[in-house]
């Protein structure tokens, strides 16, 4: 298995910076945000003396606030401000005479939740050239930051960061230390998948077991197994779980560096390096396989932070490309799945008329389709902006193959479930 394919990398040279007043200094440092956000235009400093309503007034208002006091009533605080933004005024409780569609709710709940978003990003901490806090109470996030981050550049100086967003390296530093467990990998402890900073976190069980119960095509004749091509890999979960039902090699590919390593480590960590090649392409590798499978990001809208690039790909890109794409990466016999929820059909974002005829325009037929309901807490959770669709939403496998050169049945077409 290719060695080294990428690594995260902290480039403080293309780091905006932030600046400020301290003790009538004028000091500035490298700006981090994820979101690729500015930097904000005022700066003040803020202690533990700093109310919450005050620090959610300044934070509406776009001011960001450098904390020098205790770091974990920053914690508090930034817990407080949260509370202020979802609390909804009483006089802006407007009794609804009639339901907003499901289209105008989904732009409204993004727009808040990017106003969520660079709200709380207002409350700031500062981080030396070693990715080391100077707070009271701070715990030592020098190794989350550059799991996240790349090596600390020690010559580039201290850097500011939102804590809101520190918060969520350090998170993520423990769903990569202690992994998540995936039932399709067979017993622990060699089946945990461990996700990195900005993969996208294999929590949603159901597109798993799709994977690991769907029914694999043969095998070519003369051959005793089949090659797999795993398109988007991510965390390498679908890539693994396909080796454990023995499948004999996966290609899984991948283009964002921070996904390629994740892969390249979770495969290390099950000792599948003889199954599984990971390389760095867009879409399809060289060659033809017997499965192909692809999991794009499942709503065609534009992500707001690299984040998001998981969920969110404006146009549908990728799912567009894997379709037109798989027709000539086929083997004979082979099968490509696509799983994909129905949540943007239920959002007004594509209908499913659109997606079949795609499917039918690069020659592609429906061999069969398995659905299984979501079991994540939003779901079932009444209060959700989006609950009117994620209520109704399915994950679906969908298993395409070429279309046959006869009268051309079944081309295109929806078949009965498995």
Same mark, same amino acid.
């Given at each position: 298995?290719?060695?080294?394919?990428?690594?995260?990398?902290?480039?403080?040279?293309?780091?905006?910076?932030?600046?400020?007043?301290?003790?009538?200094?004028?000091?500035?440092?490298? &700006?981090?945000?994820?979101?690729?956000?500015?930097?904000?235009?005022? /700066?003040?400093?803020?202690?533990?003396?700093?109310?919450?309503?005050?620090?959610?007034?300044?934070?509406?208002?776009?001011?960001?606030?450098?904390?020098?006091?205790?770091?974990?009533?920053?914690?508090?605080?930034?817990?407080?401000?949260?509370?202020? !933004?979802?609390?909804?005024?009483?006089?802006?409780?407007?009794?609804?005479?009639?339901?907003?569609?499901?289209?105008?709710?989904?732009?409204?709940?993004?727009?808040?939740?990017?106003?969520?978003?660079?709200?709380?990003?207002?409350?700031?901490?500062?981080?030396?050239?070693?990715?080391?806090?100077?707070?009271?109470?701070?715990?030592?996030?020098?190794?989350?930051?550059?799991?996240? &981050?790349?090596?600390?550049?020690?010559?580039?100086? #201290?850097? /500011?960061?939102?804590?809101?967003?520190?918060?969520?390296?350090?998170?993520?530093?423990?769903?990569?230390?202690?992994?998540?467990? !995936?039932?399709?990998?067979?017993?622990?402890?060699?089946?945990?998948?461990?996700?990195?900073?900005?993969?996208?976190?294999? /929590?949603?069980?159901?597109?798993?077991?799709?994977?690991?119960?769907?029914?694999?095509?043969?095998?070519?004749?003369?051959?005793?197994? !089949?090659?797999?091509?795993?398109?988007?890999?991510?965390?390498?979960?679908?890539?693994?779980?396909?080796?454990?039902?023995?499948?004999?090699?996966?290609?899984?590919?991948?283009?964002?560096?921070?996904?390629?390593?994740?892969?390249?480590?979770?495969?290390?960590?099950?000792?599948?390096?003889?199954? !599984?090649?990971?390389?760095?392409?867009?879409?399809?590798?060289?060659?033809?396989?017997?499965?192909?499978?692809?999991?794009?990001?499942?709503?065609?809208?534009?992500?707001?932070?690299?984040?998001?690039?998981?969920?969110?790909?404006?146009?549908?890109?990728?799912?567009?490309?894997?379709?037109?794409?798989?027709?000539?990466?086929?083997?004979?016999?082979?099968?490509? &799945?696509?799983?994909?929820?129905?949540?943007?059909?239920?959002?007004?974002?594509?209908?499913?008329?659109?997606?079949?005829?795609?499917?039918?325009?690069?020659?592609?037929?429906?061999?069969?389709?398995?659905?299984?309901?979501?079991?994540?807490?939003?779901?079932?959770?009444?209060?959700?902006?989006?609950?009117? #669709?994620?209520?109704?939403?399915?994950?679906?496998?969908?298993?395409?193959?070429?279309?046959?050169?006869?009268?051309?049945?079944?081309?295109?077409?929806?078949?009965?479930?498995?």
């Amino acid at each position: 298995m290719p060695q080294n394919l990428a690594s995260p990398t902290s480039d403080a040279a293309a780091l905006p910076h932030i600046h400020w007043l301290e003790a009538d200094q004028a000091c500035s440092a490298l &700006w981090r945000s994820e979101r690729g956000g500015s930097p904000p235009k005022r /700066v003040v400093l803020a202690d533990d003396t700093l109310t919450a309503d005050s620090a959610y007034r300044m934070a509406c208002a776009g001011t960001g606030m450098l904390w020098r006091g205790d770091f974990q009533n920053a914690r508090l605080l930034l817990q407080a401000i949260a509370r202020r !933004i979802d609390q909804v005024p009483k006089r802006k409780r407007v009794k609804a005479t009639q339901p907003t569609p499901i289209s105008e709710a989904f732009n409204q709940h993004r727009q808040a939740q990017a106003q969520r978003a660079r709200t709380l990003g207002m409350l700031l901490v500062e981080l030396d050239a070693s990715y080391h806090m100077t707070l009271r109470r701070a715990p030592d996030v020098s190794l989350a930051c550059s799991e996240a &981050w790349g090596d600390a550049d020690t010559t580039a100086g #201290a850097s /500011v960061v939102s804590l809101r967003e520190l918060m969520g390296v350090t998170s993520a530093h423990e769903w990569r230390r202690v992994g998540v467990e !995936i039932a399709a990998l067979g017993e622990a402890p060699g089946n945990r998948i461990h996700p990195h900073y900005g993969v996208f976190s294999p /929590v949603r069980g159901e597109y798993i077991g799709l994977v690991a119960t769907a029914h694999l095509p043969k095998a070519p004749k003369g051959q005793s197994g !089949i090659t797999a091509f795993d398109i988007g890999t991510g965390t390498g979960v679908l890539a693994a779980v396909l080796v454990r039902r023995g499948v004999s090699h996966v290609v899984a590919t991948e283009f964002e560096p921070r996904a390629l390593v994740c892969a390249q480590d979770n495969v290390a960590r099950l000792g599948m390096e003889q199954h !599984i090649t990971v390389q760095k392409t867009d879409l399809f590798p060289p060659g033809l396989a017997s499965l192909i499978v692809c999991n794009p990001p499942w709503l065609p809208a534009r992500p707001s932070s690299p984040l998001e690039r998981a969920v969110y790909d404006e146009g549908g890109h990728m799912l567009k490309g894997f379709l037109a794409g798989l027709s000539s990466h086929l083997a004979p016999g082979g099968e490509g &799945w696509l799983i994909l929820s129905n949540l943007a059909e239920l959002l007004g974002l594509r209908t499913r008329d659109e997606l079949l005829a795609t499917f039918d325009q690069h020659g592609l037929r429906v061999v069969s389709r398995i659905d299984a309901k979501p079991q994540h807490p939003k779901a079932s959770d009444a209060t959700d902006a989006l609950h009117q #669709a994620r209520a109704k939403e399915v994950t679906s496998l969908w298993r395409l193959a070429l279309q046959k050169s006869a009268a051309g049945a079944g081309h295109g077409h929806e078949t009965a479930a498995d």
